[in-house]
């Protein structure tokens, strides 16, 4: 027996009501938390400016950009820069996008309390989101990835 199940615009109580039904299950059960490439793209797209260059940079440079690498200036803090990845995460679990399990796709490095010393993507996130940014900044580019002609 294999479950597959999408679920958009579903209720906190009618997925508590199907976390409990399916916990009878949960060894038959696997829920969907991979990052695609078009999840990566919605994410992306749904990001502001700075929340985007985060997340860029970090593709960019094979998962994990410093803080000093996204400063403007030297004196330029990066306060409130990561409120919005995890805003849109919520954003998209609300809305369905992705299931309320989806990980984070870059997480805050450093000592916490408001400073961090840079943002580390995952490994396996890196080419996903690479894809998935260079799809949003240049169509073209990306249809040449997909198809192998770079």
Same mark, same amino acid.
């Given at each position: ?6 679920i ?13 039904f ?9 829920l969907d ?12 797209r ?9 997340v860029? +940079? ?6 994990y ?8 200036? +030297?004196d ?13 995460? +919520? ?5 369905g ?9 870059i +997480?805050?490095?450093?000592k ?14 890196v080419?996903?989101?690479f894809?998935?940014i ?5 169509p ?6 997909a198809t192998?002609?770079?």
């Open positions: 027996m294999d479950i597959q199940l999408t958009k615009n579903v209720t906190p109580e009618a997925y508590d009501d199907l976390k409990e399916l916990s009878k299950h949960a060894e038959r059960v696997t938390t991979e990052w695609t490439p078009e999840r990566a793209e919605r994410y992306y749904q990001l502001p400016d700075r929340a985007r260059k985060i860029r +940079e970090a593709a960019i440079r094979d998962g950009v410093s803080a000093d690498d996204l400063r403007d200036t +030297e330029s803090s990066l306060r409130g820069h990561s409120a919005a990845l995890k805003q849109v995460l +919520e954003r998209g679990e609300r809305k996008w992705w299931p309320p399990e989806m990980p984070a796709p +997480e805050p490095q450093g916490g309390f408001g400073k961090v010393d840079g943002y580390r993507m995952p490994d396996d996130l080419g996903v989101f894809t998935a260079k799809k949003v900044s240049d073209m580019a990306a249809a040449n990835i192998g002609q770079e």
